[in-house]
């Protein structure tokens, strides 16, 4: 079993910058590629970048692409979520995931084995 716990929420202005943080505990970091989604109240939940194993691939939904960046440090077994420029468009629940099963990178729901518990990012206008 595979435990993760978001981190680094808040409530920032317009044009701000926050950084998530997506702690893994049980089974082994480095064998799952890690990604975030997103949910604003009453959306599904949305992809928003995903990165590989080895941190060596990433992929991003177009509405974060240059604003957004997905890093690992696999001997802490974190992933970050640096999120720059910030919108009012941006503000949902953030989730964290990770994929055990080999593949391309994955950016469905349906792909992802294990899920955090999210984290609250508000920004205002």
């Known amino acids: 079993q595979v435990q993760l716990v978001e981190s680094g929420g808040g409530l920032v202005q317009a044009g701000g910058s926050l950084r998530l943080s997506c702690a893994a505990s049980?089974?082994?970091?480095?064998?799952?590629?890690m990604g975030w989604f997103r949910q604003a109240p009453g959306e599904e939940r949305e992809f928003v970048a995903v990165i590989s194993r080895s941190g060596d691939r990433e992929s991003y939904a177009d509405s974060v692409k240059g604003r957004f960046t997905i890093s690992r440090d696999n001997a802490k077994k974190t992933v970050y979520l640096q999120m720059n420029s910030l919108k009012p468009e941006d503000t949902a629940v953030y989730y964290c995931?990770?994929?055990?099963?080999?593949?391309?990178?994955?950016?469905?729901?349906?792909?992802?084995?294990?899920w955090g518990q999210g984290t609250q990012v508000t920004v205002s206008s």
């Open positions: 995931a990770a994929r055990e099963r080999i593949g391309v990178l994955p950016m469905g729901t349906y792909e992802y084995d294990y």
């Open positions: 049980g089974r082994t970091f480095s064998r799952m590629a």
